[in-house]
Structures are given as structure tokens and as C-alpha cells.
């Protein structure tokens, strides 16, 4: 366990629904960094979060947002769903908003667009 | 824009072999992280390499870095089965963290008895 929690696990929904995926940062993070992996475009950084705030944005589609919380727990909201948006959405999570430590990964989400 | 290359993608090797992962990236940075990600599962902090130079060592891997020409290697010695996986290396867009990683496509590793 790598103290990294995200929820659910698996998802599988139909195209042009809206799913949440959930993510809790390591005790003691202040950030949570957002990834998408999928077999064509390897694993690309979504969003990023620092202590509440938005710090930096990859290559996030405007279909796609993100939050996180004061208790600094992270959702992703993902709409209007395609079928290309089938792929493991891992969140990571930081002590800072620098990669001195390295970062933390979850288990993942593995969404399935049906 | 960042771009990491890895080579090779693919490699398959036996048991009791050493081999090395090249890590090439294109802007600089300080910062490169090397990640094991077993079939359908998480990735796997191996190593943090912070400044130029930086090596280090955990049972039969070792990484490397190199700044000066933004290269990072992963040596594998005398491998064994248990370590066939695939293996990314990232590097901080920014140098500090503040714009995520960008990956490399992975290198996939498989050890035969």
C-alpha cells in the first residue's frame, strides 16, 4: 500500500456519461498530480493540485476537471465521455510542490468507455 | 516542449545477464525519477536522481544521471526473473516539480530462466 487511495478501482460506463474518479494523498501531501496511461499515448500528466490551489495543467481536455478539497482529497470529473477516454487514470500525490522526495502513486482507476 | 526517449522498448534477456536502459531527454532539468510498473498495476518509485551525477544503487539495479547530456541509465546486473517488468524513467518539466512528469514510452523488460 502506498498510501495513496484512489476510488474506484475499476469503472466501466457508457459513452457521453460523467463519472468522478476520487483520489486521498498520502498523509502529509500537499499535492495531487493527475495521469492518464493508455496504450497510444503512454502516460500523460493531467493537472495538478497544490494545497487546494491549481498549480499546473498538461494535456487536459476541456471535457475534463479536477478539484481538491481543504481535508486535500482530489476528484476528477471526467463528461461527455468518448470511447478513447478508456484507459488507468493514476492520481500521485507530493510533500510539496516539488519532486525533491519524488512522488507517490495510487493504485489507479481503470476506466472502461463502453 | 519536453520529450523523453528510452531505448530500447523492448528487451528480453536471460536470467544471470547484465543490460542497460538509456534514458534521453530533451530540455534541461535536474530531476529524473525512474519507475517500475508491473502489469496492470502502480507505479513503483525505484529511484530519485536530484543533481548531476547522482548515482545509486538498490539490489541488482543502479541508475545514473547525467545533466550535461540530459542521459540517465538504468544497469541491470546479473538479472534474475523477479525484476521483468517495464521500466519508465520521467523527468520534472520545470525542473521544480510545479508542471507534473512527462515519461518516456517505457522500456519492457522481460527475463527468461
Known amino acids: 500500500d502506498s498510501g495513496v487511495t484512489q476510488t474506484p478501482k475499476h469503472l466501466i460506463t457508457a459513452t457521453g456519461q460523467r463519472v468522478t474518479l476520487r483520489c486521498s494523498p498520502r498523509?502529509?501531501?500537499?499535492?495531487v498530480y493527475w495521469y492518464q496511461q493508455s496504450l497510444d499515448q503512454g502516460l500523460q500528466f493531467l493537472i495538478q493540485?497544490?494545497?487546494?490551489?491549481?498549480?499546473a495543467k498538461g494535456n487536459i481536455l476541456e471535457r475534463f476537471s479536477a478539484q481538491q478539497f481543504p481535508d486535500l482529497h482530489s476528484e476528477l470529473n471526467l463528461s461527455s465521455l468518448e470511447l478513447g477516454d478508456s484507459a488507468l487514470y493514476f492520481c500521485?500525490?507530493?510533500?510539496?510542490?516539488?519532486?525533491?522526495?519524488?512522488?507517490?502513486f495510487g493504485s489507479g482507476t481503470r476506466l472502461t468507455v463502453v | 516542449e519536453l520529450k523523453v526517449e528510452q531505448n530500447p522498448l523492448f528487451l528480453s534477456m536471460q536470467e544471470g545477464k547484465n543490460y542497460t536502459i538509456y534514458c534521453n531527454y530533451s530540455?534541461?532539468?535536474?530531476?529524473l525519477y525512474w519507475y517500475r510498473q508491473d502489469p496492470g498495476k502502480s507505479l513503483e518509485s525505484l529511484f530519485v536522481?536530484?543533481?548531476?551525477?547522482a548515482v545509486k544503487q538498490e539490489g541488482r539495479l543502479m541508475a545514473s544521471l547525467d545533466t550535461k547530456a540530459r542521459l540517465s541509465t538504468l544497469h541491470i546486473t546479473a538479472a534474475v526473473h523477479d525484476l521483468s517488468a517495464t521500466y519508465f524513467c520521467?523527468?520534472?518539466?520545470?525542473?521544480?516539480?510545479?508542471?507534473?512528469?512527462?515519461f518516456g514510452k517505457g522500456t519492457h523488460l522481460i527475463i527468461q530462466p
Open positions: 500521485a500525490s507530493s510533500p510539496s510542490g516539488r519532486g525533491n522526495y519524488g512522488y507517490t
Open positions: 498523509s502529509g501531501d500537499l499535492s
Open positions: 493540485y497544490y494545497n487546494g490551489e491549481e498549480r
Open positions: 530540455t534541461t532539468s535536474d530531476r
Open positions: 536522481l536530484l543533481s548531476n551525477g
Open positions: 520521467a523527468v520534472d518539466n520545470s525542473g521544480g516539480g510545479a508542471d507534473g512528469l512527462t
